[in-house]
C-alpha cells in the first residue's frame, strides 16, 4: 500500500481500467456534464458522490516497523467511494422509433456493456494494493433516483453504481519507536513449599521457644508472620531462604521473649524449623509492627 495513496490515485486507476475496455471515440470524464450544453462527443461521466470510512472492513492488523528509520509504518484506515456512472450521448434523444438510438443494440446499451465488462473483471484495482471493489445498487446518499435525475433535467440515463473501498494511509510521520534489539531472561528457584506453609511451622517453633502450653498458644494467636520471599538457597530446593515480617498484638510480658527468638533466627541465619526435611534459614526479621499490651 502506497503512503500517499489518495482519492486522485483511486480516479488514475478506474480511468486506467476504463479505458481498456470502453471505445476509444467514448470519453470519460470524472464530473457531471452540463445538461444544457451539447456534448461534443459521447461521454461516460464517472461522478464520486460519497465518500465515508468502510467500518465494516475494519482491521486489526499489526503495524509494520521500519528498522532503518526507526519508525512504524503508518496506519490506515479504509474508506469507501460510491461513484455514479453514466452515459451521456453527443445528441439529442431519439424522436422516432427508427433511429439507431431506439434499437436494442443502441450506443448507450453498447458503450455501458463495455463499463460493465471493466467493472466486474476488476474486482482489485491494479495500482490501488488493498482495494476492493462492486456493482452495487444506488445508495440512499442519491436521495432516490427520481430526485437525482430531476435534479439534471428529468432525463433517466443508463447508470450504474460502483462503489470502492481504498486503504487510505494515515499522516503519522514523526511517531518513533525504539527496537528491541536483544532479549534477557532469569530464572530464580522457587522452593516447592508454600509461605504459609513455613509461617506455620514457624509459628509453631515460636510457641516452643516462648515456652509453650497454653498461655504461648494464647500468646501467638494474634502475632502475624509472613515469610517473603520464598526461594531456594544455593541452588539447593532442601534449603530455603526467607525474610520474615512480624506483625500484631501479644501480651507484654511475651514480647521480649519473642523479640529475642526472632534475633536469634536473624542473627546466625540458624535454621529455625525443618517441615517435612526443608530446612528455613531467615535472613532478615522486621518486627517494628509488633506490639505488647
Known sequence: MSNYQTLTDVNNAMNKMLRAYVNEAVAIRFDLPDVDAAQSDAAISVFLYDIHEDLQLRTAESRGFNAGAGRLSPGWVNVKCN????YWESTGPATDAGNPDSQPDNQATQVMSQVLAALINNR?????????????????????????????????????????????????????????????????????????????????????????????RLAVTHVNLDALPVVASNGSAAEIRAALRVSG?????????????????????????????????????DNTDLTGI
Open 83 to 86: 461513484y455514479l456512472i453514466t
Open 124 to 216: 482489485q484495482l491494479a495500482d490501488i494494493p488493498g482495494a476492493y471493489t462492486q456493482v452495487m445498487p444506488p445508495k440512499e446518499n442519491l436521495n432516490s433516483l427520481g430526485n437525482f435525475w430531476q435534479s439534471l433535467g428529468n432525463r433517466p440515463r443508463l447508470s450504474l453504481n460502483y462503489c470502492v473501498t481504498v486503504p487510505i494511509s494515515l499522516s503519522d510521520k514523526g511517531e518513533e519507536v525504539t527496537p528491541v534489539k536483544s532479549l534477557s531472561t532469569t530464572v530464580e528457584q522457587k522452593a516447592s513449599v508454600s509461605p504459609q506453609v513455613i509461617t506455620d511451622a514457624l509459628r509453631e517453633r515460636l510457641m516452643v521457644a516462648i515456652g509453650g502450653g497454653t498461655d504461648a
Open 249 to 285: 498484638i501479644t501480651r507484654a510480658e511475651y514480647l521480649a521473649p519473642m523479640n529475642a527468638v526472632f534475633e536469634e533466627w536473624a542473627k546466625d541465619e540458624a535454621a529455625a524449623v525443618t517441615p517435612d526435611g526443608y530446612r528455613i534459614y531467615i535472613t532478615a526479621v
